[in-house]
């Protein structure tokens, strides 16, 4: 999905979120306010200090801690091409850093939208 | 697991950002320390050319008598006997091909302590007080061989070399140390008070234990050595020569027991 069609979707969410009992709207927000992350955020966990570390920060734990098993094996087995798998590692997760815009506006819509789909749900008052 | 519960999802996701970035720092730190430094090191120390070797000895050489190293007192006869003893030990190829020492022997009075040292290109300067400590050519031989084991293996360069790496990179994650730098630096670049590892000096034993062997079937030489410079240092408490860069002596004799069962085999 590219930024606009990501836009679009979000202006959609708002209008939604608009549509919302005041109580119900404050209830989201707060949810809204503890659940979006930030890019900026996500970009530097990506590559500084140690690679990766930004599916954490998304809460895909199996992920992140793949990726930290994969780069301490590296590590204690550096010499006996270890550093293949760091490569490798900062390979498949770098590029990441240059789409982290795009993938924290995806999963902040998806936050936005599974917290409307509560709401919906439990019918929260 | 109570408490895993009770924690939000942004707590979890921060503590396993955090427990993640402590251990592979750690690890990291340790694979540096202990297998890219002295890999680099050794890789840096070989392809440095052959003229900063020389100049290192040069300048080794002129700093002697900063440090009160003064001219010999052995004869004429005596100089020409350990430099004959010297000659027939030295190797006919360094560890790394690419290196072409050249060895020479340097004899001065020192009256601090006994002492022997090698600098960076080969030359390794023995003092008359190390020698008049020494039985018989057997034990000098022991010696020799043993700073003929740093030049062999490159240690001094190599020590220079990881100071110069550690003192980069400190001062790159620190900010500035130059300071500290410079006289890490200068301090290694002397063969004097060049401290070498743990690993370098068993090494250099191990070397001379078996250059030992091979002449006269044992290393009892380099263990008698060893014990006599125990009681020496144990007589003299500030003594810091020879050995105290060198690992524990009773450590080393063991290790060198255990050389000569295996070699005995
Ligand atoms: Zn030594």
């Known amino acids: 999905m590219d930024m606009q069609a990501l836009q679009a979707e979000e202006e959609q969410l708002r209008q939604e979120i608009a549509k919302l009992p005041d109580e119900q709207k404050q209830y989201y927000y707060q949810q809204e306010k503890l659940k979006v992350k930030d890019p900026d955020t996500y970009a530097v966990?990506?590559?500084f200090v140690v690679v990766g570390l930004h599916h954490f920060y998304l809460g895909k734990f199996g992920r992140g801690a793949i990726n930290i098993v994969l780069i301490l094996l590296g590590l204690a087995f550096l010499e006996l091409g270890g550093w293949i798998v760091l490569i490798l590692v900062f390979l498949l997760e770098l590029p990441q850093l240059f789409f982290s815009q795009r993938i924290v506006y995806r999963y902040n819509n998806q936050v936005m939208a599974s917290i409307l789909d509560e709401i919906h749900n439990k019918g929260i008052s | 697991m109570s408490l895993l519960q009770?924690?939000?999802?942004?707590?979890?996701?921060?503590s396993a950002i955090i427990i993640s970035t402590v251990l592979v720092l750690t690890l990291a730190t340790y694979k540096f320390i202990y297998t890219v430094l002295p890999y680099s090191s050794e890789a840096i120390a070989q392809s440095l050319p052959q003229s900063i070797y020389e100049a290192l000895d040069e300048s080794g050489i002129e700093s002697l008598s900063d440090?009160?190293?003064?001219?010999?007192?052995?004869?004429a006869e005596?100089?020409?006997?350990?430099?004959?003893?010297?000659q027939a030990l030295v190797p006919e190829q360094s560890e790394h091909a690419e290196l072409t020492k050249t060895y020479q022997l340097l004899f001065r009075s020192w009256e601090e302590k006994p002492n022997a040292?090698?600098?960076?290109n080969g030359t390794i300067v023995i003092t008359d007080e190390m020698i008049s400590l020494l039985n018989d050519d057997k034990q000098v031989q022991a010696v020799l061989l043993h700073e003929i084991g740093h030049v062999h293996h490159n240690h001094v360069v190599e020590s220079m070399v990881k100071v110069s790496i550690v003192s980069v990179t400190l001062s790159i994650l620190l900010g500035d140390i130059s300071a500290v730098a410079d006289i890490l630096v200068s301090g290694a670049s002397i063969g004097i008070g060049a401290k070498f590892s743990r690993d370098a000096e068993t090494q250099a034993d191990e070397y001379a234990?078996?250059?030992l062997v091979a002449l006269h079937g044992d290393n009892q030489a380099m263990v008698e050595v060893l014990q006599k410079l125990k009681t020496v240092s144990d007589e003299n408490a500030n003594y810091t020569s020879w050995l105290s860069s060198h690992p524990a002596l009773d450590e080393r004799v063991t290790h060198l027991n255990n050389h000569v069962h295996e070699f005995s085999h």
């Open chain 2, 67 to 75: 440090h009160q190293m003064l001219d010999t007192q052995l004869t």
């Open chain 2, 78 to 86: 005596q100089q020409a006997h350990y430099s004959q003893l010297f």
């Open chain 2, 6 to 14: 009770n924690l939000t999802d942004q707590q979890k996701q921060w």
């Open chain 1, 45 to 47: 966990l990506n590559w």
């Open chain 2, 117 to 120: 040292f090698a600098l960076a």
């Open chain 2, 209 to 211: 234990a078996a250059r």
